[in-house]
């Protein structure tokens, strides 16, 4: 573990695996809009959206995705993890009221790099919604120790 409690590369072997849930609700969905600057009326105009094949107003399909974001921080590697990359499909709707539940796992380590490959899968009511890969990069115990004294002190 690092000094924030996120898994150094050291730490991680394929399969370990964490969750990380949230609902998404009407504020989510129109903070994001005003973030991102994405107004897609299927979004934000239930009128508009009703006369879509979605029947109604849905989540940003990038809203949605943060909550890989926030397993990837807050759970597994956790704090000092960097993301690298994302691959993602989106395979289903998330409306408001809707909870997400991401899970990420590893799938592969590569200890020298400190870089790992994570599986990212996010379900609502059990279906999947989105699923894809990451890689990131994180702490290493092994990097921290070979550090000079003087070059540890100036980072902390």
Known sequence: MNAMNGHDIEDLRPGMSATFSK?????????????SGDNNAVHINEEFAAGTPFGGRIAHGFLTASVISAAVANRLPGPGTVYLGQQMRFLAPVRPGDTVHACVS???VDVPR??????????????????GEATVMTSSMARRQ???PQAAAVAA
Do not use: H, M, Q
């Open 114 to 131: 400190a870089r790992a490959v994570l599986s990212t899968v996010c379900r609502v009511g059990g279906k999947v919604v989105i699923d």
């Open 23 to 35: 609902t998404i609700t009407e504020a989510d969905i129109v903070l994001f809009a005003g973030v």
């Open 146 to 148: 070979a550090r000079p």
């Open 106 to 108: 590893v799938v592969s």
